[in-house]
């Protein structure tokens, strides 16, 4: 069982940057796609970016692309988002989700962190 963290959250203003992190546990790390997703009140789950095992291959969600950034150090089992020109509508929750095999849609991630809440000021 792969079990995820996220960290990095919090309160910050427009136009700010923030890094959000994920910790696995397991020796199984390289398997996985990783990948964030975020919720936005009042709407459903989206896709923000995945990171296939190696780390040579990205794909950004329209929300994202410009703006933030994936990648991984198989090394500590961890996975990043950086987010910089953070915008209110960037506000919501952040999972953290893995699957094996490439992919990006929401339903074929196997494994799911709690989320970190984000919120940007204006």
């Known amino acids: 069982q792969v079990q995820l963290v996220e960290s990095g959250g919090g309160l910050v203003q427009a136009g700010d940057s923030l890094r959000l992190s994920c910790a696995t546990s397991?020796?199984?790390?390289?398997?996985?796609?990783m990948a964030w997703f975020r919720q936005v009140l009042g709407k459903e789950r989206e896709f923000v970016a995945a990171?296939?095992?190696?780390?040579?291959?990205?794909e950004y969600g329209d929300s994202g692309k410009g703006r933030f950034t994936i990648s991984r150090d198989n090394a500590k089992n961890t996975v990043y988002l950086h987010m910089s020109s953070l915008n209110p509508e960037d506000t919501g929750v952040y999972y953290c989700?893995?699957?094996?095999?490439?992919?990006?849609?929401?339903?074929?991630?196997?494994?799911w962190g709690q989320g970190t809440q984000v919120t940007v000021s204006s």
């Open positions: 397991g020796r199984t790390f390289m398997q996985y796609t």
């Open positions: 990171v296939n095992w190696s780390g040579d291959l990205t």
């Open positions: 989700a893995a699957r094996r095999g490439w992919g990006i849609s929401l339903p074929s991630y196997e494994h």
